[in-house]
């Protein structure tokens, strides 16, 4: 797998502070007092649940912790000390530049005219499993993740989407489409497969 590293530290930190901004119900002040141990941006959550869970998401870490624990708590940090060890070198990879989802939206008018599709509308959101889906009614959804990926990868999701238009199943139409339009779409596929959205 292609690694992607930030050039300067203070852009890695404003990319996960963009993306971050978006997530509302975290505990910032416990966040801030985890900086120190970790170069991996961390965000805390307390849910009604038991057990603690930690998970990597493009450019960082979250931690889900039952409503019972304070996030600032030493059972807490320890938590997440561990599994910070235990993350290392499974961390995704943060690309130099991140594409606004302007940017894929340009690269969707452009595939969807190369394949000859015309969605009805595009969507993005945040999805836990998927990089990007299409309904029957030709509205295609994007991860909004596909932001942190590397272009290529970006550019994979977008063309398989938009020819799930004219084939809705990966049978043998859709996979000669993708090699008409995309001849190395398998390598794409599977450079996309290492690309993982959670570890627990
Ligand atoms: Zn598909």
Known sequence: MTRYFP??????????NNMLSRRKNHDAQAEANLESMSEHPVKIYR??????????????????????????????REFIKDGLVKLDGHMLPIPDEQSSTDDILVMVDDWARRVGVQPKRVQFREMRRKWGSCSSRSTVTLNTSLCWLPPHLAEYVVCHELVHLRELNHGPAFQALMSEHLPDWRERERELAQVSFSRQ
Do not use: W, Y
């Not at 530290?9 to 990319?15: G, I, K, Q, R, V």
């Not at 912790?65 to 304070?70: E, M």
């Open 7 to 16: 050039k300067r530290a203070s852009d890695f930190l404003s990319n996960i």
């Open 47 to 76: 849910q009604k649940r038991r057990t603690m869970m930690m998970r990597v998401v493009p450019g960082g870490v979250e931690v889900f912790i039952p409503h019972t624990l304070k996030a600032n708590s030493r059972v807490v």
